[in-house]
């Protein structure tokens, strides 16, 4: 694979002949094998280390192909609404394109490092006194009366940058998962991923293609509106990129989930912690709290389960952000650090005690 998603996949993507690439060289992200998951799961688990785009999250896809699309149409500045990661990209896609970039995030509800990327990258950050869905509903309105890009994934070329995940675990695999399990937030990643799915399906017909995944996503308990079935007003979780009560891609998520035999279901605070820490210790490998739910649910809720289908022999699951984004949640759920004096003999004791 090769430098950036709209130098490869540009012909499959919504941009406009003469559109410029704004691009960080995202994409191409690992999928690495989990064996002591997949033992724990009883199928062969993957994972989709999206922690390892450039900001550290699955919002560069979207990001790359909104921007390049903002900036041909003239756009001087772009906008969002986020619990951070969003931020993040925004910003520093903003920055790369020479255009200004405003977010409003959460009043202390967003990650340390993502506020940190926002920052560094010039955007100006409004913390606001109110949540995501509070966010999301102000800068939608300031969008309409004032000439600013939203880059939400409420923007349909998110979505189009996004799908590209779905084509990458399929070409990674050489065919279709038989499930993918990811977090669902806004609902814009598991419509990408379906999207995804579906097109790369029907670009195999004539090989006799497998049949597309079941998509299996996961919500915190707190924040699980589409497992709940209604808004949750005062949505609460640990994993703070999750926490939404009334994501904007509702309908087409649940369309989703319904079109691919899957389901949406819920995870504990508990259980996204252990399933954070387990997969860093036991697998090497660190994203952040909202990430771990995919792993929590299927650790959780098992394979899915469809009649008259057999089990998935494949499972996906996406690890949407870096574990560096978030450190102070690490660090409350980590080990002490044991403090040494500078002699051999104390170094001694402090490793194999
Ligand atoms: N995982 C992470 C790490 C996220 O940052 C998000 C969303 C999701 C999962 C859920 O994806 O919203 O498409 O269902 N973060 C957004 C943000 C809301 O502002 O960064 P979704």
Known sequence: MSAGLIARYRDRLSLEPGDPVVSLEEGATPLIEAPRLSERVGARVYLKFEGANPTGSFKDRGMTVAVSRAKGRGAEAVICASTGNTAASAAAYAARAGLRGAVIVPEGKIAIGKLAQALMHGARVVALRGNFDDALRIVRELSQKHPIELVNSVNPHRIEGQKTGAFEVVEQLGGMPGALAIPVGNAGNVTAYWRGF???????????????????????????????????????????????????????????????????????????????????????????????ASVAGLLAHGLPVVEGAESPETVVCVLTGHGLKDPDTALGKAPAVINCENDLSAVERAVFD
Do not use: H
């Open 198 to 292: 579906k097109e790369a399906g029907e670009r195999d017909e004539n090989e006799g293609s497998s049949p597309l995944p079941i998509l299996y996503g996961f919500q915190a308990e707190g924040a699980a509106p589409l497992v709940d079935g209604a808004p949750v007003e005062k949505p609460e979780t640990v994993a703070s990129a999750i926490r939404i009560g009334n994501p904007a891609r509702w309908e087409e998520a649940m369309a989703a989930f319904t079109e691919s035999r899957g389901r949406v279901a819920a995870v504990s605070d508990a259980q996204i912690l252990d399933a954070y820490r387990w997969l860093a210790a036991a697998e090497g490998v660190f994203c952040e709290p909202a990430s771990a």
